[in-house]
């Protein structure tokens, strides 16, 4: 396998040049309400708003040619910022229907965005074919190694600081991010249980883990961040090793997580980056008394999605 903890601590070196570690802090209402000693990482702190910015990082680093990939928006974003950073032209395939404050967000970092397909794998297809056509290097958002290496530098900071967490429940999408923790987590704290969460109404990665065989599912939920519509094969092969538990919880659940970030941990988070916390609320007796670590991944709610929060 291509990935290793070794990745990470080269990796971490890279991204400490660029990025502060991100806050880790535990509020007392939230607790409460929740019955467990709850640690929220705050990726929402991150300069474009989500964790993905530490892959970017790390991959475009060592990079001299520009690159073209697909995204519902925040790997949109951790690609156009990393390629801004270090002068790389980037090209973002994305679904017409995508959040306009993700689109906007990856044009002002001086990405070129083309909208294309209704769902991911359509944006996947066209950008396949316009890598090919340009000779510029196709980066996936879930089966590159140097993006997990980033990625994973998240779960240093988290175990670095609090080698004695019981949990950590880690959204997933493509499960770049929980394919690394489970790295760094068998390397760092053993007896620490990873859970992966997804949203029902878009189980792909989650099927896949279940039936260990890469599945393709609709994308009927509202949270884009975990919305991939098929399993990757890197972060699945790494899961199935090291992943104690997958859960899956509703768009409600996860709304209403969202709600309790706004009001006990005064922290805006989009729906991907409510999900873990969603899955506490879904299993209280489940994580009662213990130490969890929620990894808030990112705070890019579009208007019309906090409008709804209501
Ligand atoms: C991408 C993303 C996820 C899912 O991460 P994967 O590594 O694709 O599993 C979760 N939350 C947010 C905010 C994201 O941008």
Redesign the pocket.
């Known amino acids: 396998m291509d990935f290793s903890y070794a990745a990470v601590r080269v990796a971490a070196a890279t991204v400490a040049r660029h990025l502060s570690p991100t806050p880790m802090w535990s509020y007392p209402v939230l607790n409460a309400t929740v019955g467990a000693t709850v640690l929220v990482k705050h990726e929402n702190t991150q300069p474009i708003g989500?964790?993905?910015a530490r892959g970017a990082l790390n991959l475009l680093s060592s990079a001299t040619t520009g690159t073209v990939t697909y995204s519902t928006?925040?790997?949109a974003q951790s690609m156009a910022w990393a390629s801004h950073l270090f002068g790389l032209p980037c090209t973002v395939v994305m679904p017409e229907n995508a959040n306009p404050s993700k689109v906007a967000a990856v044009r002002a970092w001086g990405a070129e965005v083309v909208l294309a397909g209704a769902v991911l794998a359509d944006s996947e297809a066209h950008a396949v074919e316009l890598a090919e056509r340009t000779g510029r290097r196709l980066v996936s958002?879930?089966d590159t190694p140097e993006l997990l290496a980033g990625?994973g530098t998240l779960y240093d900071e988290i175990l670095t600081a609090r080698p004695d967490i019981d949990t950590i429940l880690v959204?997933?999408?493509?499960?770049?991010?929980?394919a690394a923790a489970t790295v760094v987590t068998q390397a760092l704290a053993p007896g620490c249980e990873v859970i992966g969460v997804q949203s029902a109404a878009s189980p792909a990665?989650h099927d896949s883990w279940r039936s260990g065989e890469l599945c393709v599912r609709p994308n009927r939920t509202r949270v884009e961040?975990?919305a991939?519509g098929r399993g990757y094969d890197l972060?699945q092969q790494l899961m199935r090793k090291g992943l104690h538990d997958f859960l899956l919880v509703d768009d409600d659940r996860i709304a209403e997580a969202q709600r309790l970030l706004a009001t006990a941990a005064h922290t805006l988070a989009?729906g991907?980056?409510a999900a873990a916390l969603a899955a506490l609320l879904e299993h209280p007796g489940r994580f009662a008394g213990r130490t969890v670590a929620v990894v808030c991944?990112?705070g890019?709610a579009s208007p019309r999605e906090l409008a709804a929060l209501r």
């Open positions: 989500a964790f993905k928006g925040n790997h958002p879930g990625v959204p997933v999408g493509s499960g770049t991010g929980a990665a961040g975990l991939t972060p989009e991907a980056g991944s990112g890019n």
